[in-house]
Structures are given as C-alpha cells and as structure tokens.
C-alpha cells in the first residue's frame, strides 16, 4: 500500500512539471507569444494553488477515495485536451485544469498518514514523500526525453493515460475512508484561517518549507540555463541526464522520517537548512575548470534536493500530529504556503540570471535557507 501511495504521488505531481522544458514548441504550436509563453506553467502552479485551498480541505469532509478519483478524471481529461489543441486559450484553460486536479497528490499524503499506526507514522508519510519528490524531479528529463523521441504531444498523452489508469487502480486498491465531520463546506474555508492563527507550529512549518522550496525552485529553473551555456555545452539530453542525478536526494526522505518518529525533529530541521547553504555556499567559494564545476554542481543538486525532501518530511510528521480531524486542511495550507515560496524562488531565480548572472543566482538561492535559519533559531528561544 505504501508503494502504491508513493508511486500515485508521484505520478499525479509530475504531471505540474511536464510543460516547463517545453514552453517554447508548446508556446509555437499554439500561437501564444514569448511574453505570454511564462503563463504555460504560471497557470498550472496557480490552478495546483487554487486547488490547495478549495479541494484539499474537502479531505476532512468527503470520503477520501472518491475524492482522490474524481479529481484524477478530471486531471487526465484535462491532460488530453492540451495533447489534442492547438489553441492557446483552451491550451491554457487546460493547463489550470491540471493543476486543480493534480492536488490530488495531497490527499493521498494524509490518506497515507491516516492508515499508518502513530510509531510509524513518520516512516510513511517520508516514503510517500520521497515518491512524490521523485515525481518532481524526473518530470521535466522525461518530458524532455518523450520530446526529444517523438513529439511535446506524447507526453501529455501518456500522462492522460498513465492518470486515468491510476484512477481505476485506486478506486479497486484503497480502503474506503469517511471523515466524521457535519460541517458544510462554507464553513470548512472559513475556518482555514481560523487554523493558520491558532496553530503556531503549521505556520513555523510552512514557513521554513517556503524558503526550502524557494531555494529548490530557484536552482531548478536557472541550472538548466546554466548548463547550455557555451561553458558546460550540455545537450538537452545531458541537462536531463543532470537533472536525474538530484533524483538521489529523494533517499532522505524515509530517513528524516525515521528521526521525526524518535523525536528527533528538531535537529533535523536543522540538518536540512544546513544543506541547502552548503549546496549554495559551496559553489560560490570553489571553483576549478569544467569538469570540477560541472562535478560540483551535481553534489550541490543532490545535497539540495536531500534538504527540501528532509524538511518537507519533518514539517508533515509535525502537522499531521494534531489532528486527524483537520489533517486535510493543515496540509493544504502547508503545501499552498510553501508552493508560494517555491513561485517567488522561480521567478526570482529568472530575474536574478537575467540580470546578475549565475553569481546572483547563488547568492539569492543562499538568502532563502538563512532567512528560515533564522526562523529556527527562534525555537531555542522557547518550546513550539
């Protein structure tokens, strides 16, 4: 069950990340212009973000499996519309469609926390997790290499499939789960931000994941740009080929998971920040010839990603600890919270290489983890 869960996180949040190395041919077959191009992801990410905070919290309402199905029928209709058209308007329309959907993934992640017994529960949820980074960080090789095959159109086709498929999966393998909850929907928003103010540990959560995830999707987004300059001369297939290099960083999630059980959160929490200044630090003070650059850029990747995938883990242990009652909400909160930081880091990360380079870019990723080092530094101060 738990590798079930894992590969469906996975493969339903893949499907934000497909389009991001293809917005030039996706942009060219539909006519949409190169400063209209940007809204190809910008609109999925917003859709994923709507859909954080008005289908997630359906969780602690609904019957979870038919929650988890209905939205992946309408992701894969969606994924085929934008495989079939050539509009940009209905393209576009789609791509907000298969961000709504795609949050699908984060009722599978409290599903998971809900079947667990609580000794292991950190265990899961950091497997799980490691399945759903997984599918963010191969998303983007596979569309590249699916492309580079045959055509951008397949990708999405094969997603489309790939998702109704896991639809039906689903729907035979979970158990039922019906929460226990009379209040309406009107109700259910209202008291998000009821939640966000009384419970300081989502917000000290959040708050560090939004700065992990920034740095993450700064990195993402301007490495690609840095490897096909004529100094590392990477083909596409060699930026993909990079890009699944930082797929090992996935392995700290079960292991952060294991530390959260023991109690051990904290300094954890700390072992992740750490990571992400060394995997920005350490490029800005060393530097070699090609090789050695092109060498360090593929620890730095790695040691990243292994921080975002630790703190991520540690800050879902810690909120899926105060309730089951309000598990869905407190995740759609945490996850939009953090998604926000992570579109702040993307467009930062592009303005900063525009303008200032890859050293701009580095010294911008580094700002991200201090800022929420400094946020831990005040748990010394007093118990969360």
């Known amino acids: 069950m738990v590798l079930l869960l894992a590969t469906a996180t996975g493969l339903i949040v893949a499907n934000l990340y497909y389009a991001?190395?293809?917005v030039g041919p996706i942009s060219r077959a539909?006519?949409?212009?190169?400063?209209?191009?940007?809204?190809?992801?910008?609109?999925?990410?917003?859709?994923?973000?709507?859909?954080?905070?008005?289908?997630?919290?359906l969780g602690d309402l609904m019957e979870n499996r038919r929650l988890i199905v209905t939205c992946l029928g309408a992701t894969s209709a969606a994924l085929m519309?934008?495989?079939?058209?050539?509009?940009?308007?209905?393209?576009?329309?789609?791509?907000?469609?298969?961000?709504?959907?795609?949050?699908?993934?984060?009722?599978?992640?409290?599903?998971?926390?809900?079947?667990?017994p609580?000794?292991?529960?950190?265990?899961?949820?950091?497997?799980?997790?490691?399945?759903?980074?997984?599918?963010?960080?191969?998303?983007?090789?596979?569309?590249?290499?699916?492309?580079?095959?045959?055509?951008?159109?397949?990708?999405?086709?094969?997603?489309?499939?790939?998702?109704?498929?896991?639809?039906?999966?689903?729907?035979?393998?979970?158990?039922?789960?019906?929460?226990?909850?009379?209040m309406r929907y009107g109700a259910l928003l209202a008291s998000l931000w009821k939640l966000l103010k009384a419970t300081p540990i989502l917000r000290r959560r959040a708050a560090y994941q939004a700065c992990m995830f920034g740095a993450f999707s700064l990195f993402w987004t301007t490495v690609p740009l840095v490897l096909s300059t004529p100094y590392f001369n990477l083909s596409q297939t060699g930026i993909a080929i990079f890009a699944l290099a930082g797929v090992a960083g996935a392995i700290a999630s079960p292991y952060a998971g294991r530390r959260a059980d023991h109690g051990k959160s904290r300094s954890t929490t700390g072992m992740a920040l750490a990571a992400a200044v060394i995997a920005f630090g350490t490029p800005l003070l060393l530097h070699g010839g090609r090789v050695f650059d092109l060498a360090l850029l593929v620890a730095a990747s790695i040691v990243l990603d292994a921080g975002v995938s630790a703190s991520l883990v540690t800050g879902q242990r810690a909120i899926f600890a105060l309730g089951e009652e309000v598990r869905s909400r407190l995740n759609g909160l945490y996850m939009a919270i953090f998604f926000c930081g992570g579109a702040?880091?993307?467009?930062?990360?592009?303005?900063?290489?525009?303008?200032?380079?890859?050293?701009?870019?580095?010294?911008?990723?580094?700002?991200?983890?201090?800022?929420?080092?400094?946020v831990y530094a005040t748990e010394f101060i007093g118990k969360e």
């Open 81 to 116: 519309v934008a495989a079939s058209t050539s509009n940009a308007g209905l393209f576009l329309a789609a791509a907000l469609c298969i961000g709504l959907g795609s949050v699908a993934a984060q009722v599978v992640v409290p599903f998971a926390s809900h079947l667990a």
């Open 118 to 182: 609580p000794h292991t529960r950190g265990q899961t949820v950091g497997k799980v997790v490691s399945g759903l980074l997984m599918g963010i960080m191969l998303a983007r090789p596979v569309s590249s290499l699916v492309t580079d095959a045959l055509n951008w159109h397949a990708i999405f086709v094969l997603s489309s499939i790939g998702t109704a498929l896991l639809a039906v999966l689903l729907h035979y393998k979970l158990p039922k789960r019906q929460p226990v909850s009379a």
């Open 20 to 22: 991001q190395p293809l």
């Open 30 to 57: 539909t006519g949409l212009s190169a400063g209209a191009a940007g809204l190809i992801v910008t609109l999925t990410q917003i859709g994923y973000c709507l859909g954080m905070v008005f289908i997630v919290p």
């Open 344 to 374: 702040i880091g993307s467009s930062l990360g592009a303005w900063m290489y525009a303008h200032h380079g890859w050293h701009g870019v580095l010294l911008t990723g580094l700002a991200f983890p201090l800022i929420a080092s400094l």
